[in-house]
Structures are given as C-alpha cells and as structure tokens.
T-cell receptor
C-alpha cells in the first residue's frame, strides 16, 4: 500500500534562518506531488506542485522554493524565513484527480 | 474554471443532531467531488468521493453525500453527530485541465454535548 511521510511534525525557527521540509511517498511511482500551507484560521493554499523529477510549478510568488530530486521525494525550502512563513505545511500525492489526494500528517512551522 | 463554495465557515450542532455541511461547485463538465476531514494538527483524510454512478455516496464514520447536478451541490450529512466528529471539513472539485483538486475554504464543525 502507499504511504506518505512528512517530517518534522513541529519546527520552531528564528527569522532569517533556512528551512528544509521533506516529504516522501512509498509504494507508488511517478506520483504528482503537492505542497500546501494553512495559515491560522485560513484554508488551504497550494504552494507548489510537481508532475515529475525536476519539474516544479509555483502557484504563488513567495519566500519559498521546492525541489524534487528523486521520483518520490519532495522538498520545501527557504533561504531566509520570514514571520509570515509560519503556518501548517502539508504535503500530498496523487495519481490523478480521479483518485483524489493523499495527505501527509503536516508540519507546524513557527517562525519567531 | 472550476470552483467550490462551502457555505458557513462554522457549524455548531448538538451531539445526536443531524449534521449538514454545504458544498456547491461550478464546473463546465461533470466533476469528481470529494469531502475531506481534518482533525487538529493533522493532515486531511478522505471521507468520501463521487466520480460516476450512484449519486448518493457513503463514506467513513457514517457520513454520506449526495451529488445533485441540477443544484450543483454535494452536501455532506450525518444523521447523528458524535463528539468525535468535531473537525474541519473540506469540499473539493476536480479540475481536469490542470489535473488538480480545487478546495473550498473549509467548514469547522463543533459538536456540543
């Protein structure tokens, strides 16, 4: 069966520090991969999605970047965190809209 | 372009009462429709989905939803609320052009004893 792993679960980082969040999928190949952010009390904001290795599409301009170095690995990064980067970050994978998305357990990022 | 609207950002019910969470969509073609649930500090979990066939879809935890094409709706219901149903619920519609899901803004369900 397919599983998605996302870590860390919580993270507290100072303003200006770098960020690296990792997401891996097991049990499938060539998945579509997504990074979402939830700010406090707000809905889901799609940040990045990827349909293959090295293929990244950005939905909104921001302080973050994403990379897909391997088929089932998706990384969210920042060189210098801002206070506004705080939020709950979710990774998801899909084989196509017919199947819906499967989400990871999320990372709570607090920038102080 | 596809879009989805969830009416009511907060819904409160008493334990044992009917749960009704509303979702309306806009799509130029028959869509795939989904309901997800999110418990605090967790990821989203699929409750149920409609793709084709029977318009009344049953999901996990006693939830069901009915696809009504004439009303462009996919409301989520549960006959009797339980305290453990307190969570945030998201409706989503498929976008075939981008092969992505379009999510609503979510409805937070509170259940009172």
């Amino acid at each position: 069966s397919q599983t998605i792993h996302q870590w860390p679960a919580t993270l507290v980082q100072p303003v200006g520090s770098p960020l690296s969040l990792e997401c891996t999928v097991e049990g499938t190949s060539n998945p579509n991969l997504y990074w979402y952010r939830q700010a406090a009390g707000r809905g889901l904001q799609l940040l990045f999605y990827s349909v293959g290795i090295g293929q990244i599409s950005s939905e909104v301009p921001q302080n973050l970047s994403a990379s897909r170095p391997q088929d089932r690995q998706f990384i969210l990064s920042s060189k210098k965190l801002l206070l506004s980067d705080s939020g709950f970050y979710l990774c998801a994978w899909s084989r196509g809209v017919y199947y819906g998305y499967t989400f990871g357990s999320g990372t709570r990022l607090t920038v102080v | 372009a596809q879009s989805v609207t969830q009416l009511g950002s907060h819904v409160s019910v008493s334990e044992g009462a009917l749960v009704l969470l509303r979702c309306n969509y806009s799509s130029s073609v028959p869509p795939y429709l989904f309901w997800y649930v999110q418990y605090p500090n967790q990821g989203l979990q699929l409750l149920l989905k409609y793709t084709t066939g029977a318009t009344l879809v049953k999901g996990i935890n006693g939830f069901e939803a009915e696809f009504k094409k004439s009303e462009t709706s996919f409301h989520l219901t549960k006959p009797s609320a339980h305290m453990s149903d307190a969570a945030e619920y998201f409706c989503a519609v498929s976008d075939y052009n981008t092969d992505k899901l379009i999510f609503g803004t979510g409805t937070r369900l509170q259940v009172f004893p």
